[in-house]
Antibody
Framework: EVQLVESGGGLVQPGGSLRLSCAAS????????MTWVRQAPGKGLEWVAN????????YYVDSVMGRFTISRDNAKNSLYLQMNSLRAEDTAIYYC???????????????????????WGQGTTVTVSS | SYELTQPPSVSVSPGQTARITCSGD??????AYWYQQKPGQAPVLMIS???ERPSGIPERFSGSTSGTTVTLTISGVQAEDEADYYC???????????FGGGTKLTVL
């Protein structure tokens, strides 16, 4: 069964740090881009960051740039999110998700199409409060 | 920063057709994706690349695009379709993902 399980959430004071983990199983983890998405209480989804299969490319939403670091360990089938200088507005459920890409062709040449976030974990809750 | 705009809510009676729109300047250049989220659950990918249905998604869900607006259509709405729906795409560079604000679908 394809599965993602997040852990590491909890209560932390403003300015503190937390490291989230996401354990993957049931698929070849190293073949996929991975993503973190968060959802503040009663609010919508917010894309946070994503990372390429080998960790060589990483992208972040502006609001976490310089404070959060996404990383992965393909040998351990694990995705991480190191969160520093936490603020009250970082309070949210944090989901990890698998980015799926599918092969296609453009003008006869091979091309990979982004297919969406096709597998999600159940989330881990981060609360930033004094 | 780039934004995708959705209506906050849509209401429809069972068996009717629900249409949820999502607008964004970069949508003509980048595909849109739709996710369904029920209370207390993780999102589920419902539509990929503007109009493709992933395996296991009922045929009553469809997607379309016209200019800077994409639309999720649910034909013959059922009570179980009551949920929040989010569109997602990329900014003009294609590297950064973005979600719309979400639309709460109420089945009357």
């Amino acid at each position: 069964e394809v599965q993602l399980v997040e852990s590491g959430g909890g209560l932390v004071q403003p300015g503190g740090s937390l490291r989230l983990s996401c354990a993957a199983s049931g698929f070849t983890f190293g073949n996929y881009w991975m993503t973190w998405v968060r959802q503040a209480p009663g609010k919508g989804l917010e894309w946070v960051a994503n990372i390429k299969q080998d960790g060589s490319d990483k992208y972040y939403v502006d609001s976490v740039m310089g404070r959060f670091t996404i990383s992965r360990d393909n040998a351990k089938n694990s995705l991480y999110l190191q969160m520093n200088s936490l603020r009250a507005e970082d309070t949210a459920i944090y989901y990890c998700a698998r980015d799926r890409w599918v092969p296609g062709a453009v003008a006869g040449s091979p091309y990979w199409y982004y297919y969406g976030m096709d597998v999600w974990g159940q989330g881990t809750t981060v609360t930033v409060s004094s | 920063s780039y934004e995708l705009t959705q209506p906050p809510s849509v209401s429809v009676s069972p068996g009717q057709t629900a249409r949820i729109t999502c607008s964004g300047d970069a949508l003509p250049k980048h595909y849109a994706y739709w996710y369904q989220q029920k209370p207390g659950q993780a999102p589920v990918l419902m539509i990929s690349k503007d109009s493709e249905r992933p395996s296991g998604i009922p045929e009553r869900f469809s997607g379309s695009t016209s200019g800077t607006t994409v639309t999720l259509t649910i034909s013959g709405v059922q009570a179980e379709d009551e949920a929040d729906y989010y569109c997602q795409s990329a900014d003009s560079s294609g590297s950064y993902r973005v979600f719309g604000g979400g639309t709460k679908l109420t089945v009357l």
